[in-house]
């Protein structure tokens, strides 16, 4: 079956993948028809009799720049434009835009089948104005899902809206407007700056949501840097109860006064303690809410690692592969409309789940645990039910067990758990022993292991025994600083703050790192991280507010419903940004000053990876070669000709030394990032090292 001229519906998706799925879930003639240009592939079907033409995006096809010439700020006049011309590395959209072009010209009607949020729609509207023509938004219905199942596919299709999702659009045109013109605005002012007080270039940025979000982090640690630690004692006591050791808790957590912990140490010494009470309590642990995005990509990050970003990228995967449902989703809460039972059925045949599904199935009710947010497009992240049609990789099977076993625990009934708060009294000294058990495991046998529930049995004991000590001493501490963020603390930070969008959070997170704003696992602040809050701070402050930020993304959740326009909107953006910016000019000199210092001092410390222990006194540091530009480790005693050692190094990616040393050879070892990738370390010693020789090869493969 081939279209024939203007007779067909043109339906437009978001992606390749998605297109395909959404050509084999609609045909009723079999196999659809497969047709290819300009490396573009698209599809014809058939459906209920209409003839339909299925071709994909890629992504975003237009992006906003600047009305006319200059690279210069401020600049609020802006224009959509293919994405090819602004940017190289969107040069595979041309051809996605010369073929949709070419088959609008030939069609009567229009569905915009773009994953249904806000990015969607308004990728959907770019195509159908720009490339389709303007006429074309008249006529174009919009179909919506959650998932790319054949059943859920054919039920969008049969229930089109007859206009495109207008709120949708107007927010999302706005939010790209208002990134745009807050981001090049800002962004140029720093770098131009920088080049005018130095004449040196570096990437930098900042924005409405990466603002406030490093200034967070600064502001943590600033305190970290300012804790001054005070000592305290503490009192650690095992008790010996019928041959086996149990630790005992000093009822003070703290002794400050190192006197009271010595008097309190000679008075138990050599002493029986005697359990004066028990205590026993009971605790019921409801499942857990249903995965939205966020706690998607928390547990994630707790469990295996993943960044923010590499969670949502294995996700849209799983997702495209029709396997689990959308995942840019802020809901935790299941429709009825959802068959869960059928889901599960469908899932028992993997045989990891089928006894779990076998008892879920066999209750008289199946009723899954609401957690408090809500999202009208989408439901909370749920299998699909669909079985996977070719090997999933590591990454991806972790997080489809992931999915199914939390989709699986929210079916669960409650845990209950007993705890035992044992008092033991020691001359006087009131010492805790302390048990816990697992009553009735409920959901979290579904959502094992990625639940932590470990038990501490004690023995049978009873008011008035007596309780042999085994170890008592002295353990001097220190208070702790406050905790350093990590991926997913940031991440629950800007949630909580209100700051960002689900889409958009992780992407923030990867460019405080791409920028050399912050380093490490355990996030860190670098010299030009603090130098940029510090210069904002002091010239521009406003950029930094987060109450500037929750406003515009209020007025944007105002235009979806309707309440504001996209033309307030923006004036209003333009208006608060116009005075920051003309102030900032008038001290380029002292910010540009700023920076190009904060940029020496993070250069020579990022190039540090350690002392070289070939000669013992040299530093060995990231070097380039005069010939090839490429980058290696170094010795710096080579220049006097004392030591040559060197190694060659992955030319992708930031490296920052770990601190560590390699415990198979004593080299230094050095951790790549690559923005979405997991980060890995290697020893700079691969080449010799016995223990990393494999995992350094593993690195450079996959660059």
């Known amino acids: 079956m081939r279209c024939n001229s203007t007779s067909y519906t043109l339906l437009i998706t978001e992606k390749p993948s998605s297109a395909k799925r959404i050509a084999e879930a609609l045909n009723d003639k079999g196999i659809p028809i497969k047709h290819e240009e300009q490396s573009v592939t698209y599809y014809d079907i058939e459906k209920d009799g209409q003839k339909i033409r299925i071709v994909p995006a890629i992504g975003h096809l237009y992006s906003v720049t600047q009305e006319g010439k200059g690279w210069t700020y401020p600049v609020f006049q802006t224009k959509w434009v293919p994405a090819y011309m602004i940017n190289k590395i969107s040069k595979n959209t041309k051809n996605f835009i010369q073929i949709i072009s070419k088959l609008a010209k030939e069609a009567k009607n229009f569905i915009s089948a773009t994953d249904f949020d806000i990015e969607g729609s308004q990728i959907a509207y770019s195509v159908l104005k720009y490339a389709c023509g303007e006429s074309s938004l008249n006529k174009a219905q919009r179909m919506k899902f959650s998932t790319l199942t054949k059943q859920d596919l054919s039920e969008a299709f049969n229930s089109l809206s007859p206009t495109l999702d207008w709120g949708l659009i107007e927010a999302g045109r706005t939010r790209h407007e208002i990134d745009w013109i807050y981001g090049i605005n800002l962004s140029r002012a720093m770098i131009l700056s920088l080049k005018k007080a130095s004449g040196m270039y570096k990437a930098l940025s900042t924005g409405r949501v990466q603002g406030p979000t490093l200034a967070f982090i600064a502001e943590r640690e600033k305190k970290i840097r300012s804790f001054v630690p005070k000592p305290y004692w503490d009192i650690n006591a095992v008790a010996l109860i019928n041959g086996e050791k149990y630790p005992l808790e000093y009822s003070k957590r703290k002794i400050w006064i190192k006197k009271e912990a010595e008097k309190t140490l000679n008075e138990c010494y050599n002493k029986r303690g005697i359990i004066s009470q028990i205590q026993t309590q009971k605790s019921v642990h409801r499942p857990p809410t249903p995965f939205d995005l966020g706690t998607l990509q928390s547990e994630a990050y707790s469990n295996f690692r993943f960044t923010p970003s590499r969670t949502l990228r294995i996700a849209e995967g799983l997702y495209l592969n029709a396997l689990i449902s959308y995942p840019r989703t802020s809901s935790q809460k299941f429709p009825p409309s959802i068959d869960t039972r059928a889901i599960m059925k469908s899932l028992s045949s993997i045989k990891q789940y089928s006894e779990m599904i076998r008892e879920l199935l066999s209750k008289e009710k199946l009723v899954p645990i609401q957690g408090r947010k809500e999202d009208p497009a989408h439901p909370p992240i749920h299998p699909t039910g669909n079985l996977p049609e070719k090997k999933l990789n590591d990454s991806e099977r972790k997080i489809f067990d992931l999915v199914i076993r939390r989709f699986l625990a929210i079916f669960g009934d409650p845990a209950i758990r007993e705890s035992l708060k044992v008092e033991v009294n020691i001359n006087g000294h009131l010492f805790y022993l302390r048990g816990r058990r697992i009553l009735k495991p409920g959901w979290q046998k579904y959502y094992s292991p990625y639940v932590k529930s470990e038990e501490l049995i004690l023995p049978q004991l009873n008011e008035g025994q007596e309780i042999k000590l085994d170890l008592i001493e002295i ?162 005693n080579y220049w006097t000709k004392t030591c040559n050692f060197s190694v060659p190094i992955p030319q992708r990616g930031d490296i920052e030394a770990t601190g560590k040393k390699c415990p198979h050879c004593d080299f230094p070892t050095i951790r790549i990032r690559r923005i979405g990738k997991k980060p890995w370390n290697m020893c700079i010693n691969w080449q010799n090292c016995p223990g990393r020789k494999q995992e350094a090869q593993q690195g450079e493969d996959s660059q």
């Open 475 to 636: 353990v001097d501490k220190y208070t702790s600083p406050p905790p350093r963020f990590n991926p997913k603390s940031v991440l629950s930070l800007m949630e909580n703050q209100h700051i960002g969008t689900k889409a958009t959070r992780a992407e923030i997170i990867d460019t405080l790192y791409s920028r050399g704003y912050v380093t490490g696992e355990r996030i860190s602040m670098t010299p030009l991280g603090f130098s940029v809050i510090s210069l904002l701070s002091k010239y521009c402050s406003e950029v930094l507010s987060v109450e500037l930020t929750r406003e515009l993304e209020q007025e944007m959740e105002d235009i979806e419903i309707e309440k504001s326009t996209r033309q307030e909107v923006i004036i209003d953006a333009v208006e608060k940004l116009t005075p920051i910016l003309k102030d900032f000019k008038l001290k380029e000199q002292a910010v540009g000053e700023g920076l190009s210092e904060a940029i020496i001092s993070l250069r020579k410390e990022q190039s540090i990876i350690g002392i070289c222990p070939v000669c013992e006194n040299g530093r060995l540091t990231i070097t380039y070669s005069r010939k090839t530009r490429k980058r290696f480790v170094g010795c710096s």
